[in-house]
Every structure is written in structure tokens, then in C-alpha cells.
């Protein structure tokens, strides 16, 4: 792996040549940007350095502002960006190293696309809902069962990366290729937004995985979801930070000569840097603990929750400074409006974070009476 320094401007060049242009295709037809994806891959925008060294410093803050290079220009693709490097986060950290082996490098590059199917597993830890996944041990592999409805940047020859309940006990998580037999996947309900992500509902019926195909057994399971669930949260950080700016650049076209009765709408260009400056600040100080395992997950659920909020704050102020022009079907704020929602429904959305941050402070001040 070629681990020297992945060009910003390469990628933004990138960004700007060949994502701009299929903007509105991506939203209102929901093309997907298999080609970007791949190239920015090859570009080092999955972020290249965690193949090579841990404590390289192109990191995690290198990928969170490629998700928000991308998210300012499309908000699916850039959902699809966090997907591909969280796999890639994934597969970083994975416990079983012949998975690592055999996955990453290709993940990494782009040159097997990969979709992440944890939102279920994430809302069952949480408290929130079933697991919908069931595992069968047998000996070093497991064979699957069940449904996930809805998993994005999937396609043919893609891999997806899922967890289950194991017969055993515990929780196992593993990298299934799309090819594999007993694996099928079926077209979701049209979304209001975010169709260019490839997302799919998928069926697991008796679907086998092999040792090198295991991230993590049981008994390493909740060491690895806590190594891992920062960057998880980060990375979409990232994608609504994309959101914001694109939003902050509505306000700013708006503003001025005919506009100036926007002076009088709550929320302000000004605002909107100001509070965006100060999450960028805290992200990058968070990402640069998660890259080493040592971010505390209460700040980070908390700033993920910050930026769902800016996220909505922003798409709002986008369509009432953009007026009349921003209701029309094509306009920028729009898709912004839905992209913003977006953000604080994907797991975990708005108020997942609110129970988890919840039941954190709960069991932080019941630590603190005894
Ligand atoms: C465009 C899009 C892309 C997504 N991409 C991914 C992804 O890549 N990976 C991933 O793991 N998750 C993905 N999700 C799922 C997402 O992260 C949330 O888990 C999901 O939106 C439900 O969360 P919620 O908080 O609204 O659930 P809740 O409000 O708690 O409840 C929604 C309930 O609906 C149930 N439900 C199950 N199937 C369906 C169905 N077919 N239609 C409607 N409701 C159903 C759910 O089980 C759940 O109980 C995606 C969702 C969308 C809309």
C-alpha cells in the first residue's frame, strides 16, 4: 500500500470535475457514483494511511474532511464515502488479522465497495430494538440468517459488513461478499432523498462465512464495537459538516440587494460559521483520540448530536433565505432540506443519541452517589 500523502487537492479537483456535475442526477434520479467512488479510492480519500501506520498523520481527520468536501457537493455521496471508509474502519481494527488481510487494501483503494449493515446492531446495543441477524458457529465460521432493510452503497460484488447474535452467546461481526449463496437483495421504497446511495434491503438464508471473513468472536466483541464506534460516529460527522457548508454557501448567495429582508430570519450567515467553526474545532480534537482508542464516547455522541442539530438549523435557514427560487424542485436548498433530515435519522439518529447520552449521564452520576 502506497502510503504517501493522499492530495486534498487532487481529491477536491475530483470532487468538483466529476461529482458537481451529477449533483442533481444523484438526487432527483439517484444515480449512483460508482466511478467517483472508485477513483477517490485510488486518490488515498479512504484514507489511505490506515493500512500503513496507525500514527501516520494523514487520519481519521484527513477522511473527515473528504466526507465534508463531498457532503458540500452531495449529501448521498458523501453518505456513501462514510460508508465505504467506515468499512474500511472497520476492517482497520478487525480482531481476526486474515480478515484484515484479505479485505482492506482493496476496501481502502476503492476497488471493492463496501456498505455497512450495523444501523440494526447499533440500535439493539442501545437498547432500542431486536436483533435481526442470527449466527450459527460452526467451528472458525458462522452461517447467517435474516433480514437488514435498508443497507446503502451495495451493489454486485460489493461486500457488506454486519453483526449477529451468536447460538453460543454474545455477538459476532463479519464481511459478507454480495455474491455468496443465500444472499439476496431487493430494491427499497423510493426515498425522499439520499436514492443515489445504493440502498438496499437484504436477505441472509443460510449464508456461510469463513474464518478470514470474521472481525470479531464474542468474546472480542465489545472491545471491538468500543474501538471502533467513534470513528463509526466521526466519520458522519464529517458527511454533516458537507451538509452545513453547502447550506452556509445558500445563505451566503442569498444574501444582499433584493435579499435584504433576510436580515429579519433568525438564523444568520454568521451563525451558521460561527457554530460550525466551533464543531470542525471539536471534531478534529476527538478524531485525533479516536484514531489512537482514546476518545470517550460520551463527548463524541454528544458532538454527534451537535451536528444532526446544525445539520436541521442550516437545511431550514438554506430554504427560507432561498425563498420562492429555493422551492423550485432542482434548487440546491432542497436537496439540502432533505439531506440535513438525513443526518439526524441515520443511525444513530437524533434521538438515539438522546437515549444513549441519557443512560450515560444516568450511570456516570449513579457511579458518582455510591
Ligand atoms: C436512505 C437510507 C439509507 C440507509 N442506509 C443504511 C445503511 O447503510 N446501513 C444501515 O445499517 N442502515 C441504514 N439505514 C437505516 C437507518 O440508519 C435507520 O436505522 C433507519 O432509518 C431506522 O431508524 P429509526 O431511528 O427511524 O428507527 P425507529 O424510529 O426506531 O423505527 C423504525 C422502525 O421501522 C422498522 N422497519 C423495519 N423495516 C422497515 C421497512 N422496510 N420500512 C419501514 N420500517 C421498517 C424498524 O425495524 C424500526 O423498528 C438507512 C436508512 C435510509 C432511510
Redesign the pocket.
Known sequence: MNASLPSLEAIDAAVHAELAPLAVDIDVDGVYPEAFLRHLGALGGYGASLVADEHHPLDLRHVLTVAAHVGAVSGAAAFAVW?QFTCAWYLRHATVPATRARYLDAVVRGELLA??????TM?HLAG??KIRLSARREGDGYVLNGV??????LAAHHLVIVAAAVDTGGYAMFAVETGTPGYANHP??E?SG?EG?R?L?LRFKQVRVAADQVLAHPEQFDAFIARIKPGFLLGQVGMGLGVVDACIKVLHEHGGGQNDVNAYLDVQEDDLQAARDVLVAETALLAAQAQVGKAALLPVLRLRAEASELALRAGNAAVLHAGARGYIRRHAAQRLLREAV?VA???P?L??LRKEIHDLEQAASRAEAA
Open positions: 460508508c456498505g455497512t449493515g450495523m444501523s440494526n440500535k432500542i430494538e437488514l432493510p435498508w443497507v446503502s452503497n427499497c421504497p426515498f439520499m446511495s440502498t434491503s438525513f435519522i441515520v443511525t439518529a434521538k438515539h
